[in-house]
């Protein structure tokens, strides 16, 4: 099992910036993609952005620019720079992690970003 913590949420005015960190522990080996995905109100749950082990990454179009994710693997930690925030940008934040084979879907708990404007 893998359990994914994350910290970093808050209330933020537009424009401001914010960092969100997600460690995973327990069985993290083969932890091929982490990222992240958001949910508003009202909405389904969507992708922000994901990296592999190796360091690639994709980025939803909204957000890209804007935030930047980034990966420790010695740290099993994957992070996520949020830059220009926008009220639309405001959702519950949830990490995520996955092992291809054999397939396993991780999710941490969320945290709640909320920009003003």
């Known amino acids: 099992q893998v359990q994914l913590v994350e910290s970093g949420g808050g209330l933020v005015q537009a424009g401001d910036s914010l960092r969100l960190s997600c460690v995973a522990s327990?069985?993290?080996?083969?932890?091929?993609?982490m990222g992240w995905y958001r949910q508003a109100p009202g909405k389904r749950r969507e992708l922000v952005t994901t990296?592999?082990?190796?360091?690639?990454?994709v980025y939803a179009d909204s957000v890209k620019g804007r935030f930047i994710i980034s990966r420790d693997n010695v740290q099993n930690t994957v992070y996520l720079q949020m830059n220009s925030l926008r009220p639309e940008d405001t959702a519950v934040y949830y990490c995520n992690a996955v092992r291809i084979w054999p397939r396993a879907d991780y999710w941490g708990q969320g945290t709640q970003v909320t920009v003003s404007s």
């Open positions: 990296i592999t082990t190796g360091g690639t990454t």
């Open positions: 327990g069985s993290v080996s083969r932890l091929n993609i």
